[in-house]
């Protein structure tokens, strides 16, 4: 079987996308900018946006977006001209800040030349798990920004950049730490599910992108056919998205409220994935401190995972040894 780090991260990263744009009950209509049906707002938002609050409290406005989208980039200016806010939360944790002051075109040009040294830049300084981790992600991104010549996270740029010439106003994290979230998910598999799913990544053989095809993924049914596919070829996808996308759009909805809560008159925007607006549209007001605290603890390893690891640790000092009594006694 073949093992391909940065197949498995963009695998992963494909089915989680089609996952989160499936949860949406409607689908973005051709029309870009109306006021949207499932709240009043005082001010014309894109079709992918939804008031979360607008009352003599707080205004604030959920942007969704398709990732490597320019629609979504122009969507998030648009909203900032209307809404002039003091605060904008991002889907991004600190360990992904970064994509925040990423220079698209040198990125671009980078990513045509991602090679083995450039992916050991990427891991250095950091502890293995972490270091392999923030390398696959980066080469799964210059892979896909290769491919449809956009950089990844325009849209939270844009909203950085647009923060930074509003006097006031206020940037915040909203996302869990993805290292906690990657631990959930493969923590939640059984030793059966594990090989399942890491056999499915590792032999999957993923088409080619297409920025003109993108818009397909706007299509509920589209997409729901494509969900359906690979949940009913490796049903254990559905406990990983539990985690990737129920319980973060639970910590982005206490995130949003706790943005709201941190500013004075607030006029918050929150700009997430497509797939998570309506989980927070549900959780948003709800949630409480009780609530999150459990999803943001790594549960125990299991017992498999300790053995493996230290029979592994064990036959490496082994071979040490050998290596040392066969050199000093022949």
Known sequence: MRFQACTIVRQFLRVQTIYETALLS?????????????FSGSFPVPQSATFLQDDKNAKVV???????SKQSIEDVSEIVKH?????????????RVSLLELDDKQFLEDAKNFDARKFKE??????????????MLLKTYADIAKELGVA????????????????GCKLFLGDRPIQITIARAFQSLSVYELGQV???LTTANPKPLDKHQLEKYKDKDF???????ITRDVPAFKKIFHVFVDE????????IQECVRSVKKPRVLAVVGMGHVDGISKYYGKMKQEHIIPLLVIPPEPLYKVFIRKGLKFTFYFMIFSFFYRLLFG
């Not at 959920?62 to 990732?67: A, D, E, K, M, S």
């Not at 990844?152 to 006097?167: D, L, S, T, V, W």
């Open 122 to 135: 990427a891991a250095k300084g950091q502890n293995f798990v972490s270091g392999m981790l923030h390398a």
């Open 62 to 68: 959920l942007l969704g977006t398709v990732h490597f």
């Open 152 to 167: 990844p996270g325009g849209e939270f740029r844009r909203a950085y950049h647009e923060m930074k010439k509003i006097p």
């Open 223 to 229: 997409v729901q056919a494509q969900f359906e596919e």
């Open 248 to 255: 973060r759009d639970k910590c982005l909805a206490y995130s």
């Open 198 to 200: 890491l056999y499915h």
């Open 83 to 95: 809404l002039n806010p003091n605060a904008i939360l991002v889907e991004l944790c600190r360990q």
């Open 26 to 38: 409607n689908c973005i209509p051709k029309s870009s900018f109306e006021v949207t049906s499932r």
